[in-house]
């Protein structure tokens, strides 16, 4: 059995965007992940050559990226896009890191009080420069992360995401997520070389994570968006520059296990269901991507399982 321990490199976040590559130990390739080679992400994430800023970074906003909004409701999910929707609200506190600047705000309905992650970003360019690589028909949107939870309701991985909603604050429209009971990013365990108590229940659900990195196409994600609640369940945030238009995938040689409700709502997925669900949020080329994505990790399981067996593959 093994654990996914990730390395960090470089980040970026809603609060702080800067990007990691994830690499899984050695003991995590030979006992579980053959099909992976040493050196190869565990996750799709940016191969860039960066080592020493990031512990700086990460101490400095440790302290205010894991505080949790107290005593957690029990709501169905429609309940809470209901709050969302409709809740006023009686706080904001903007963020100083990153260059989105997300809003934490503080809701009430009178009888349930819960925070809220706001983003507003949405900028279209025509090319933007990264360094040496550049990027054309650059796009960073709220929008995504409302069409990311669209599609994980559809492949059954909506647990793994906060619910989003798209609302209105401040004369701004933006995506409106509930607040998680986070306890620690991906890179704070790391950082206190933090083990998770069930290795096959952590492994399973970062195996859904790479999955669902694959099929949207993130061009920038990240250890921080991997948050790590108080009973060592994962969840994945931040989106605004996925569902980037390439048909092909980022990474892959990560696609090396899969939950089997997973891939079944992966074949099943209808690419009309997704344009009517996600008209206000994906172009139909967008969409017509997804598809493709989703064509390529099916037949890459497909592929996997004639070689080593579906047990090996499925769980």
């Known amino acids: 059995m093994c654990q996914f321990p990730l390395t960090p490199t470089r980040r970026r976040h809603g609060f702080a965007r800067t990007s990691f590559y994830f690499r899984l130990s050695n003991r995590a390739q030979r006992s579980r992940l053959p099909a992976v080679q040493p050196g190869v992400s565990a996750m799709n994430l940016l191969r860039l050559p960066w080592r020493g800023l990031i512990l700086a970074v990460v101490a400095g906003m440790a302290s ?8 957690q409701p029990t709501l169905s999910k429609d309940q809470i896009k209901q ?12 963020s100083k890191k990153g260059i989105t600047s997300p809003w934490r705000l503080t809701l009430t309905d009178g ?22 690589n550049s990027e054309m028909n650059f796009v960073d949107s709220y929008k995504y992360n409302i069409a990311a939870y669209v599609l994980a309701e559809l492949v059954g991985m909506d647990d793994m995401l906060p619910v989003y909603v798209e609302r ?24 206190q070389h933090l083990t998770p108590p069930n290795l096959e229940t952590w492994n399973n659900q970062m195996y859904k994570v790479r ?26 945030v931040d989106f605004t520059r996925a569902f980037r238009l390439q048909g092909s995938l980022r990474n892959p040689g990560d696609l090396v296990r899969c939950d089997r409700h997973l891939f079944e709502k992966l074949k099943s997925l209808d690419g009309k269901e997704l344009q009517e669900k996600t008209k ?8 017509k991507a997804v598809m493709q994505r989703r064509d390529k990790i099916v ?3 497909q592929k996997l399982i004639a070689e080593k067996g579906e047990s090996e593959v499925l769980y």
């Open 64 to 71: 205010q990226m894991f505080v949790v909004a107290s005593d």
């Open 83 to 94: 709050f969302l929707l409709t809740a006023k609200v009686v706080k904001s506190t903007q």
């Open 111 to 132: 009888t349930i009080t819960h925070d809220a992650s706001f983003q507003k970003i949405d900028e279209h360019k025509t090319s933007v420069q990264f360094g040496v």
């Open 168 to 191: 209105k604050w401040g004369g701004d429209s933006g995506s409106l997520s509930w607040w998680l009971p986070v306890k620690m990013d991906e890179v704070e365990r790391h950082k």
């Open 211 to 236: 999955v669902f990195d694959q099929l949207v196409y993130d061009s920038d994600p990240n250890l921080t968006n991997v948050l790590v609640g108080e009973n060592w369940e994962i969840w994945r």
């Open 280 to 287: 206000h949020y994906l172009t139909k080329d967008e969409v």
């Open 299 to 301: 037949e890459q399981f």
